[in-house]
């Protein structure tokens, strides 16, 4: 075999890889779309910078405050004492100038400043169970945000799968009508049909075929819709499987609502909390060392150091206090009527997809019999077609038949998977 054939055959065998069907699943999408969704990567960092506010805060309530400050004040006095201008402590009484109490005639300052907040740990704590509550706050958002990304990505799965489903079957059947024009040929040939019957299969081929093309051109629009969702680009001559979706779950267990609504109520308190570090007591010590002087003359000599304490308690407000509390009751009032709503809501909504699901599973029971029927039936009409004993109107209207149930049993499976996601999506 020469180079040339052998060129062809690698060619052949990496053109049918290229174009092979690849086979994805619905967990393969959600994964990408957990993987590539902007909102939870930009969550992720919120939740990183509120883990980086606790050391913030840590930092300003418990560590040494220590600053440099510097401080060059002059001060002059006009006609003083025969000057037009100089500096002093004690000018005349003609001198133009500030208050020599005010000024002492300048400023010479470089210090060093340390400050301290003493007995703040309570103060300490309710800031950091602030901070706390709202990264809970971040974190219970990027679930919401997971759990909404699952469900749009699970329905349009579905949709897509239903739009598959609708494309093989058409194509079987098309492969099966055209298998019965080449029947339908020979007993023309021979007699024992008609060419009219031979035209009217070939019509009926045609309108199957372009409702192949409506549909695949349907499906396309829908996986690139799955592919859209999940933050990957769009691929060609891909196969989804089957979805599957967990059998709720009748164990009791504390629904998403209710951590929210819970966190929600613990936000109110931590705000309040916070609020009250205003009216307790405010200890700061306080410390400084450097260079304080009021005149150049021997100011070498004017290096020394201080320390203190500074404590503001506060007194009265004007009933802020007392108004912010009532509202922050009012709020959480406001957060039980929304409570119980949901909870009615829930279990109203959840016992009608029960109740939807054993409808649709009955009746799709019953349609699944009448279908096996109808095949069993299509066989017969096939042996009939073929010794002519039926008319290809007869034939046709049987094909027909069984068609509409068919898609009548996709759709109905496909509402049932739906129902199954409305499901798990509600009752989380």
Do not use: C
């Not at 910078?49 to 510097?70: C, H, R, W, Y």
């Not at 006009?78 to 037009?84: E, K, L, Y």
């Not at 004007?318 to 119980?340: A, D, M, S, V």
């Amino acid at each position: 075999m020469s180079w040339r054939s052998h060129i062809l055959i690698l060619a052949f065998f990496l053109f049918q890889f290229l174009n092979a069907q690849r086979t994805a699943n619905l967990d393969f999408f959600i994964a990408q779309a957990l993987a590539n969704a902007p909102a939870l990567s930009e969550n992720e960092n919120l939740q990183k910078i509120g883990a980086l506010q606790e050391s913030i805060i840590k930092a300003q309530q418990n560590s040494f405050q220590v600053n440099a400050t510097s401080d060059v004040l002059f001060a002059p006095y006009f006609n003083n004492n025969g000057r037009v201008i100089s500096t002093s402590i004690a000018p005349s009484s003609s001198a133009y100038g500030y208050d020599v109490g005010i000024t002492n005639g300048g400023l010479y300052s470089a210090q060093i400043n340390v400050t301290k907040q003493l007995f703040n740990k309570a103060a300490t704590a309710n800031l950091l169970f602030q901070n706390k509550i709202k990264n809970n706050t971040l974190s219970l958002s990027a679930q919401e945000v997971e759990h909404n990304l699952k469900k749009t990505i699970s329905d349009a799965y579905v949709t897509a799968y239903q739009l598959q489903l609708q494309e093989q079957f058409t194509q079987e059947i098309l492969k099966d009508l055209q298998n019965r024009l080449q029947v339908i040929e020979v007993l023309v040939k021979h007699a024992i049909l008609q060419e009219s019957d031979y035209l009217l299969l070939q019509l009926d081929i045609d309108s199957k075929k372009l409702e192949l093309k409506q549909i695949q051109s349907n499906l396309r629009v829908a996986l690139n819709q799955v592919f859209t969702l999940s933050g990957i680009t769009s691929q060609a001559h891909i196969i989804i499987s089957e979805p599957h979706f967990n059998t709720p779950s009748s164990a009791k267990k504390e629904n998403f609502y209710l951590r929210k609504f819970k966190n929600d109520s613990l936000q109110i308190k931590a705000d309040e909390a916070v609020f009250d570090n205003a009216y307790k007591p405010q200890i700061t010590a306080y410390g400084n060392t450097g260079l304080n002087a009021v005149e150049i003359p021997n100011i070498t000599h004017k290096i020394g150091m201080s320390a203190g304490l500074q404590i503001s308690i506060p007194i009265y407000d004007g009933k802020q206090r007392k108004f912010t509390h009532q509202q922050n009751l009012l709020k959480e009032q406001n957060l039980e009527f929304y409570k119980t709503n949901a909870a009615v809501q829930l279990t109203n909504n959840l016992q009608s997809i029960t109740n939807q699901l054993d409808a649709l599973s009955e009746n799709k029971l019953l349609l699944d019999n009448q279908l096996k029927k109808q095949q069993s039936i299509l066989e017969i009409y096939k042996g009939k077609l073929v010794q002519g004993q039926i008319s290809i109107v007869d034939y046709l209207n049987v094909i027909q038949s069984y068609k509409l149930n068919k898609y009548t049993q996709i759709q109905m499976q496909t509402n049932i998977w739906l129902l199954q996601n409305q499901y798990n999506f509600i009752n989380w």
